[in-house]
């Protein structure tokens, strides 16, 4: 059975980056799929941060991309966000997930949907 | 990337049949058959309801069912339940090779 589970700071000052780390267990990053993080701000809806595959290929979202860099760390199965210049806009639940990706010529790279799930971890942006 | 359209909220009443619609634009729903749908309940992850359009996945109730026409797709379930009650979300593969999500819709049962 996949499973994730997000872990890193609950609070992060303004301006400052904020570093996540997610540990996947019962299946290797190595082995396929994409891997990628999403956002949820308290009250709000999802936002898609990006998704990255083992081999290299990395997709941002264009209105975080600037700020926004997802890392693996293969040995240890686990694989990590950071997010800089943080305002208390970025206040949120993260979550980390696994998508299966696109092997046909219908699409063009990139995860499809998400299909295991992280618990989320709350970060909370504030002096 | 502009989030998919979902409407705020839905309601109906147990054993009645509700759908949730979800719209986009030829660069994302309408593009390509990569819409999936989840299911939120309050202070928990999102679960995998549909995937590409009209998919279940194992384990999700065949009264959940997915559909798509032209640059919207929709999300009906049928027989309501009261664990049915939730935020539900659609997302969908874009032409950038990104993913969007909809602004989500709260499903009460009456």
């Known amino acids: 059975q996949v499973q994730l589970q997000e872990s890193g700071p609950g609070l992060v000052k303004p301006s400052e980056t904020l570093s996540l780390t997610c540990a996947v267990s019962?299946?290797?990053?190595?082995?396929?799929?994409?891997w990628g993080w999403i956002r949820q701000p308290p009250g709000k809806g999802l936002e898609w941060i990006g998704s990255?595959?083992?081999?290299?290929?990395?997709y941002y979202n264009p209105s975080l991309k600037s700020r926004v860099a997802i890392s693996v760390d293969t040995s240890r199965n686990q694989f990590s966000l950071r997010l800089s210049s943080v305002t208390a806009a970025d206040t949120a639940v993260f979550y980390c997930?696994?998508?299966?990706?696109?092997?046909?010529?219908?699409?063009?790279?990139?995860?499809?949907?998400?299909?295991?799930w992280g618990q989320g971890t709350l970060v909370i942006v504030s002096s | 990337q502009s989030a998919l359209t979902q409407p705020a909220s839905v309601s109906g009443s147990p054993g009645q049949s509700i759908t949730i619609s979800c719209t986009g634009t030829?660069?994302?729903?309408?593009?390509?058959?990569?819409v999936s749908w989840y299911q939120q309940h309050p202070g928990k992850a999102p679960k995998l309801m549909i995937y590409d359009v009209s998919k279940r996945p194992s384990g999700v109730s065949n009264r959940f069912s997915g559909s798509k026409s032209g640059n919207t797709a929709s999300l009906t379930i049928s027989g309501l339940q009261a664990e049915d009650e939730a935020d539900y979300y659609c997302?969908?593969?874009?032409?950038?090779?990104?993913?969007?999500f909809g602004g989500g819709t709260k499903l009460t049962v009456l």
């Open positions: 030829s660069n994302d729903v309408g593009g390509y058959n990569y």
């Open positions: 997930a696994r998508l299966p990706h696109c092997d046909t010529s219908s699409c063009h790279g990139g995860g499809l949907y998400f299909d295991y």
């Open positions: 990255f595959f083992h081999s290299g290929s990395t």
């Open positions: 997302s969908s593969y874009t032409s950038s090779s990104t993913l969007v």
């Open positions: 019962g299946y290797s990053i190595s082995s396929g799929y994409y």
